[in-house]
């Protein structure tokens, strides 16, 4: 069982949506990320989704633009990303963790190297933003040979005709893309999420957590209500960017994600 | 060499893919318009009204045919092959961006969009992208990097007064690679309305094979007037390359004439050994970004290196995939010249033929002033004066009070 099924079965039955948070790795430097990543799971994360760094986040709004640029000037880069994966793990083994960012990257270090060193380190999922099910053979299918999740993206835009080609080879859960937009953009209405899920619910038994302009846990909350889980990255990155020191960064993230745990928690009851 | 025809004009297959370059690397958001674009794309290019209407506009609006103009100064001081220069900075707006904007312009009425965004790095593009979509009555959305709005304003208040809004782009180093990345996020944001008018032979399949049909009316132009003027095919060819696009404009129509040398001239900058270089062949290795895997300026890490060259319109850290597989099967020799080396040709260029280049067509001009006088007498060179230097008149000012002063 991957951690990701055994995590979203028990929160099942637990009658609660999973809250999957996203930070950059590095963000703002290698140490007060780890520490952040250290905390997210007793803070509340049900799920933790780590940004791979690179220079051009082609579907990523300001926020998340700015983290992957703090992390670069901090010399963040793959390498230094699985190894934060591995320190991570030496005292948490069920939180899942899914890698998320571009293909270059992962191209240059080398696709059957990257795909050894990421299960050696104990990355449970890949999300692959510029990665279509059109060029499945070069990633998604070895990482699924090897056990690790290779998470979808599917968005407004997706109809039921080009449904099943995205959800083929899709695993670990769907991550619905709720506006057409970049990261951290406005919010799409519950109407709209409510539609989408009982759509893709037609095509999948895989666990859909919506994603894209949740910054509050009452928004958290509300999607709670709807979906198996809520993604929230750009507005804990905002904490690391106001915060005026490394301290204020990690208790501002956890503090937030503490916040939208009790909103998703308490969502259902 | 013999004439035997291969089949080097297919590509690229149904995938998008010129043997391992091209493809369709975006974002989920995206992949239905683009699915769709090449669809619609398809379609019209078979369909005899839509080709009539592109030639009308070719004709009319662009003021196609460019002439092929026997450059007998050049030829005189280079001593070698005979020069002719395809004059691409004659169309209207000054480059061969438009050749391109007009068919895309035609492929976007044809969709119902009412909304045209575009990136642009010298501006050539934009300018293009803003004329047309003045022409059609379509609302225009230009992004360009502000380092690049800098040295190219003359343009940005071109595109103004055509009615398109210029938004500077601040990421990265504000240039083209930071524009495009600006475009794609817009796209995504509004895919109903928009259509993203990509000015290269690069991004996600269908634009590099679109956009290069667009442009291959240059070579295919130059075909028929050598053949009228000389009576046979060239000896050589020479571009520019930034994305590539005026290069694989001229240079398509001519992929099977295996007798044809072809030559690509990238932006080598301060020098490739300096690492300050736009030349993603030459000083690249393959990766994948902006939608398609080609060559890549980029680190150990794969992150992408800002691109250095002199003219904003080679300033790319990659290059069109078709430009990947040719350079990687070897039928086009892709070489690079410096920034001193395209100023001191833009130049001569002015001198001797009255002409004042863009410094994009300079680099294509440096190395003809390498090669030529090497070449025997009957050797026929055809090089793309792709663009018209008006836009670049404050970067060589710049650049010779620079160099007045270094010597003082």
Redesign the interface.
Known sequence: MSRLHTRFAQLKEQNRAALVTFVTAGDPGYDTSLAILKGLPAAGADVIELGM?????????PAI?LANIRA?NARQ???KTLQMVSEFRQDNNDTPLVLMG????????GVPKFIADAKEAGVDGLIV????P??NGELCDPAQAAGIDFI????????DV?LPT?LNGSSGFVYY?SV???TG?GAATLEHVEEAVTRLRRHTDLPISIGFGIRTPEQAAAIARLADGVVVGSALIDHIANAKNDQQAIDGVLSLCAALSEGVRNARK | MTQSQTDLRNGPDV?GLFGAFG???????????I?DLAREYEAAKIDPAFNEELAYFQRDYVGRPSPLYFAERLTEFCGGAKIYLKREELNHTGAHKINNCIGQILLARRMGKKRIIAETGAGMHGVATATVAARFGLQCVIYMGTTDIERQQANVFRMKLLGAEVIPVV??TGTL?DAM?EA??DW????DSTFYLIGTVAGPHPYPAMVRDFQAVIGKETRDQLQAQEGRLPDSLVACIGGGSNAMGLFHPFLDDTSVEIIGVEAAGHGIETGKHAASLNGG???????NRTF?L?D?????IDAHSISAGLDYPGIGPEHAWLHDIGRVQYTSVTDDEALDAFHKCCRLEGIIPALESAHALAEVFKRAPTLPKDHLMVINLSGRGDKDMQTVMHHMEQSQQEKH
Do not use: S
């Open positions: 760094p690179f220079t051009d986040p082609m579907a990523d709004g633009q670069l880069n793959l390498v571009y293909f270059n990257p992962i191209h240059k270090y933003v510029d990665m279509p059109e060029h979808r993206l599917t968005t407004p835009t997706t109809d080009r995205v893309v057409a937009g970049v953009a | 995938n493809g369709r690397y975006v974002a989920e958001t995206l992949m239905p318009l699915l990421a990265g690679k990345n794609l996020r995504v944001t509004n895919v290795v393959p990766g994948v970004l902006h939608g890549l980029q150990d890490d794969g992150q992408i």
